[in-house]
Nanobody
Framework: QVQVVESGGGLVQPGGSLNLSCAASGFTFNAYFIRWYRQAPGKEREKVATISSSSIVMDYGASMKDRFTISKDNAKDSYYLQMNSLKTDSAALYLC???????????WGQGTQVTVSR
């Protein structure tokens, strides 16, 4: 059974930083993508960044690249989203999406909540 688990969210003040983690397990395909999305109440789900299983950063959502960095730790086989200079509009549920190859299924985690407030 494929599992995707996010962690690292929390409450941070404006201008602060958080490093979100995503760990996926239970799958057999070797090549895939990991995408971070975020969804704030009343807003559409928004893509944050994409990285391949071979650690190639594929893209960032609009206005994300300056303050967000997606990466992979090969030793831990985990993926990260480093978020700096957080703004109040960065607050959202951040979701990790494991994208199977060749147009296969997407596997989603439950998300980790990020709150930006004084």
């Amino acid at each position: 059974q494929v599992q995707v688990v996010e962690s690292g969210g929390g409450l941070v003040q404006p201008g602060g930083s958080l490093n979100l983690s995503c760990a996926a397990s239970g799958f057999t395909f070797n090549a895939y993508f990991i995408r971070w999305y975020r969804q704030a109440p009343g807003k559409e789900r928004e893509k944050v960044a994409t990285i391949s299983s071979s650690s190639i950063v594929m893209d960032y959502g609009a206005s994300m690249k300056d303050r967000f960095t997606i990466s992979k730790d090969n030793a831990k086989d985990s993926y990260y989203l480093q978020m700096n200079s957080l703004k109040t509009d960065s607050a959202a549920l951040y979701l990790c999406d494991l994208c199977a190859p060749f147009g296969g299924h997407d596997y989603w985690g439950q998300g980790t909540q990020v709150t930006v407030s004084r």
